[in-house]
T-cell receptor, first 111, second 113 residues
Framework: SQQGEEDPQALSIQEGENATMNCSYK?????LQWYRQNSGRGLVHLIL?????REKHSGRLRVTLDTSKKSSSLLITASRAADTASYFC???????????FGQGTRLTINP | EAQVTQNPRYLITVTGKKLTVTCSQN?????MSWYRQDPGLGLRQIYY???????DKGDVPEGYKVSRKEKRNFPLILESPSPNQTSLYFC????????????FGEGSRLTVL
């Protein structure tokens, strides 16, 4: 199975609510990144958290990393209709120059 | 403007007809990579390159070739396309000594009949 697995696969919430997406991985990592993809478009980098960090903020985004549980979460606060997209976690594998992507969470924000 | 440019964006072709998807970046990035995206399978790496004349296989390299003759360009070649290569393809690049952020192109949707 994939190195990074997101949960849930799909999430639908009302505008203004918070959205939380989770990512689990299997091997040791250097960093974990979150990307956003609007339908059929290229992925856009949102935030990176290093393996020695536990929490990071960027605007309405909050990312946590628990290396003991090999998991991360992405919280989007005060969601907006424009946040509707797919969100992917990607793990930077230790000892390898590659990012491994999960299957993504499809987030729908209802106005 | 910093960008990764892929061409063509859309292509319908037939089995066995060789095609090349071009990728160019203007950020002087050493690292470039190709991914394919399929429903239920996420993004899977096809090939990557750490620098000029240095390429390596990713997770799903079968049926693909790449070359890196110049730093800015990393074309993906399908010598004899088959229907199972129908997919959405992304090129991405990053600086090796940078933050680790990947910059993606807008994607190339390929259909092989």
């Amino acid at each position: 199975s994939q190195q990074g697995e997101e949960d849930p696969q799909a999430l639908s919430i009302q505008e203004g609510e918070n959205a939380t997406m989770n990512c689990s991985y299997k091997t040791s990592i250097n960093n974990l990144q979150w990307y956003r993809q609007n339908s059929g478009r290229g992925l856009v980098h949102l935030i990176l958290i290093r393996s020695n960090e536990r929490e990071k903020h960027s605007g309405r985004l909050r990312v946590t990393l628990d290396t003991s549980k090999k998991s991360s979460s992405l919280l989007i606060t005060a969601s907006r209709a424009a946040d509707t997209a797919s969100y992917f976690c990607a793990t930077g594998i230790q000892g390898a120059q590659k990012l491994v992507f999960g299957q993504g969470t499809r987030l729908t924000i209802n106005p | 403007e910093a960008q990764v440019t892929q061409n063509p964006r859309y292509l319908i072709t037939v089995t066995g007809k060789k095609l090349t998807v071009t990728c160019s970046q203007n950020m002087n990035h050493e690292y470039m990579s190709w991914y394919r995206q399929d429903p239920g399978l996420g993004l899977r790496q096809i090939y990557y390159s750490m620098n000029v004349e240095v390429t390596d296989k990713g997770d799903v390299p079968e049926g693909y070739k790449v070359s890196r003759k110049e730093k800015r360009n990393f074309p993906l070649i399908l010598e004899s396309p088959s229907p199972n290569q129908t997919s959405l393809y992304f090129c991405a690049s990053r600086a090796l000594g940078g933050t680790g952020e990947l910059f993606f192109g807008e994607g190339s949707r390929l259909t092989v009949l």
